[in-house]
Structures are given as C-alpha cells and as structure tokens.
C-alpha cells in the first residue's frame, strides 16, 4: 500500500491543526454556521440526526493492521465504541464531539489517514475493485493509478468548488467489482496490442433521485494522459453544471441534457487546448513500486517457511461448517497456494456494516498472523483478507468464528447492503437497521440461503440511495406517507458489467410487510427457475409481473402512496 512520506505526514498534520482553528473559530462565534458548514463538510464532518457524524477515507478498499488498530481506538475513544463501513469503501463514526475531531484528525494523519474530501462539492474518496492485486482475474493492479488521481485530486484548487460531489472509481479486473458504469466517471483499465495501459472511460453515472448509467465517453485512453482527460472532464463540468437546482447539478444531468457527442466535443476541446502535461514513466513507476503483495515480497514470520513451499496445498480434514465457510466465503487467488478470505459484517441481527473497536482490535491481529497486516474494504460493506495462505484457512476460520465473524453468507439474500437510515441520518425517510433485522429473522436459515443462491439486495432509506438500492437484484427504498413508512421494491438491478436500473414492482409497501414480500419474491424465483438459473437471470427472463403477481395477489388493490418524482 502507498507509503505517506515526510510531506504526506506534514500536509495531513497541517490540516488537522487548521480545522482545530476553525472549530474554535465557529465556538467562539467568529465563524458562522454556513461559512463553518463548508469547511467541515471538506473535513468529512456532517451534522447528523443525533450528533456529528465524521467519514474517514480508506482510499481504494485499502487497510493496514495499524490503521485498523487507529480506528479501534477512535472508536473507543470519540465514539460509542464501533464504526460504520460503507458503500464508498469509508468508515463513518457516528457519535464524535465536535471540539474532539480535530484530535481525532490528528491521530489518524499519525498512520496516513484523513477525512480530507470525504464531503462536500468535490472529488471525493476514489475507489476501486476490494480484490485488486489478488483476484485470479486481474489484467493489472489498478490501486497505483488510483492513488496517482488521489494524489492529483487532493485539495485540487480548480475542483474544490464543483456544482455537486464527484465520485471516481476504478477497475482493473475482467469482472466489474467497483460499480464503474454507476460513478460520475468510471474508469475500467485494459492494455493495447503493445502491453501498455489504456483505460475505457465512463462519464454520467450516478444513482440518487435520477438513476443513470454511465456513457462511454472514450474507448481507449493512454494512461499516461489519464490526468489530463480527467482535469478536462472536471473542467467542463465545472464551466457547464448547474448550479442553481441541487438535484440537477451532477454531472448525469449535463451529460444527459448535452447528449454524450456533444460533451465529448466539448472535452476534446478543453483537452486539446490545455496542453496538460503527460505521466511520466519514472512517476507511475514510483506509484506501482509501493502495491507489491506482501506475501511476493516479505512474508510475515509465521509463514516465511511455508511460502517457499512449491508442491500444491493440501485441504486439512474439517467439519461441515468449516467447509460450508470456505465454499461460501473465500474464493481463488492468483498464486494456487493462496486464497482471498471474505469477513461478512452481515450477521444475524446486527446492523451491516458495523464493527465494534474489541474485534478491529482482533482483526488487525489476525490479518498481521494470516494475510501479512493488511484488510480490504469492499463496497458491498464487508471486509476480506486478499492475501492467505490456503494451509491456514482452518486456523484462520476458527479465529474469525470467535469473534462471529464468520458467519457463511457471502452473496447470498441476507448479505444486504444497508444504509444507516433514521437511526443516524437527518436525511432519510425511514428506518433501515429494523428492516435488515426483520428479513433476516424471516429468512435465516443458511441452507435455505444456500439453496436460492447468489442475491443482491440493496436497502436505502431516502432517494439519496447510498444503499445503492437501484442496482439491487432486489431493491428496498423508504419513501415516507404522511408521516408513516412504506418501502418501494425493484427486481432485476446491477451495479456489474450487466449494470441495470431496477423495475418498480408495484405500489410501495407497508413495514411490516416488508420480509413477507421478500419471502413471496424468493418463492416464485425457486417456482420459476430453470436449472441452474440465478435469481437475477430468472428476474430478467420472466421479467417482472409473475413477481408482481405473488406479491399483491392477496392485496389486489393495495393502498398507494405518492410515489417520488425523478428530478
């Protein structure tokens, strides 16, 4: 992972000083509240439901032991004693003072981590594919040319004061793991007849109130240009995006009133002119010098004699449960002898994506025994080991199981994304966290789980959809009536390379109906299926209304609601 030198440390521990002056600006009452709501916002910080709510970058998915040791300790130290990992590969802390956070800023800019541009109109955390540098399927490691336009977009005076958020993500591999087609730009790398790095780039993605996917705006790109293209994208928005109607100020919106040729003609333009100097291959050397997987390079002292081992692993015997875990929840890596461990957050009954600071504490000790000090946070709110050696699986297996961080759902139903909803955020429309809870003790049973298969179902409280619930096989949104919550259900969405807005089942659906339609929806996929056949290539066959049918069957005229309008 990138290594903060002198001047990274300098800058992080500069900027953490310079917001404690504004918070005490902002008490003492030199500041006002909308001058302050600005520079906290590019700090990370939100006024929340209850109490301030601080996002913490964790650029790429990427997590050092002793990060993850750092955040345990802010955890108990600022918090009530857990944190929220989420959708954009960020942590969020939901109960911090505000006279603590500059502190807080301080001790994470001791091991390389920010808040820097997690909020507000600018390029925000840049993503990429959890697996990159260990999936089997990997073309090239894209982390280096993420931490290239992290480096590039940080504090980027041109871009600080975009008509809305920007989000950047990128994938390297086959298979899309970083929802590029859902992103303002997505960028999805591959390599020309000559070996060299070119990149497919996507513009106009987004979710929120008006779903789109994103539109190819370049086939082939030089990645040495990929600064420059980027600066002239940002550019034209920047000139061009609304700024007088928050809903139609992403850069979706321009992209879709302009047409994709006539944006095009406009970045050509801005990039041409420009004349933006070009990567050098010195400096995108020095980036992909620092994302070496630790165990090609020095493997930890547990398993340094192992690792030179060149005969093929053998499985250790194991009980059914232990098997069923490493079925469900690790997947091939690269190298034969290695496999990538998923760490499912997504537990019976507790919140998705929470963890407390005792088991950060334990986890980093785990991934410092087994998997060379190093975590992966996904976007689908759960965490992996990229780098484990298959002869400590079981060991590893039963470690995780006394933390309950094993639990073996993986892709299935009740490995949902949720949203906080109204238990933190001042924004939503409904509660989420109950939601989650309801389905899954309606459905929990894991060989049930198991037997129906691979099942995305994505949860947002509010039209913002940071559950991501458009691009759910299954998606669950809240949408208030007069005070009292109902939910909207889509079929047949995807955030992959078939990425897909989903279908509107029907009229939304009363709170306590909510698991009771899920349960209808999986039994007339198990009706319907063919062999072999997933739940999505079912939905997407049959299409919606044999679904529709099952579920409003004993409702035939079921109450509605207004339904929200698309900006």
Known sequence: MYQYGKNDRKLLAERARQFGGQVTRFQDGALDAGHFQHLRLRNGLYQQRHAHMLRVAIPYGVLSSAQLRKLAEIARDFDRGFGHFTTRQNIQFNWPELADVPEILARLAEVGMHAIQTSGNCVRNITADHLAGAAGDEIEDPRPWCELIRQWSTLH??????????????????????????????????????????????????????????????????????????????????????????????????????GIDAFREKVDAVWRDARAPRLGEAEIARAKSFFTAPFFTAPPKKQKDRANKKAPHVLPAAGAEFLRWRARNTEAHRDPNMRIVHISLKAPGAPPGDLDAARMDALAQIADDYAGGEIRVSHLQNLALPHVHAEDLTELWRALHRLHLATPNIGTLNDMICCPGMDYCSLANTSTIPIAKQINARIGDLDRLCDIGEVQLKMSGCMNACGHHHAGHIGILGVDKKGEEWFQITLGGSAGDDARIGERLGPAIARARVAECIEKLLETYLELRSPGEKFLECVRRAGVAPFRERVYADHQKPQTHPEPVAA
């Open 157 to 258: 005076p041109e871009f600080n004061w975009l008509p809305r958020k920007f989000k950047i993500a990128v994938s390297g591999a086959r298979a899309d793991r970083a929802a590029v087609r859902w992103h303002d730009i997505g960028l999805r790398l591959h390599h020309d007849a000559a070996g060299r790095t070119h990149f497919r780039v996507l513009v106009g993605g987004g979710m929120g109130r008006t779903p789109v996917i994103g539109k190819v705006i370049r086939e082939s790109l030089d990645g040495a240009d990929l600064p420059a293209y980027l600066q002239a994208i940002l550019r034209v928005y920047n000139l061009y995006g609304r700024r007088d109607h928050k809903y139609r100020s992403r850069i979706k919106i321009l992209v879709n009133d302009l």
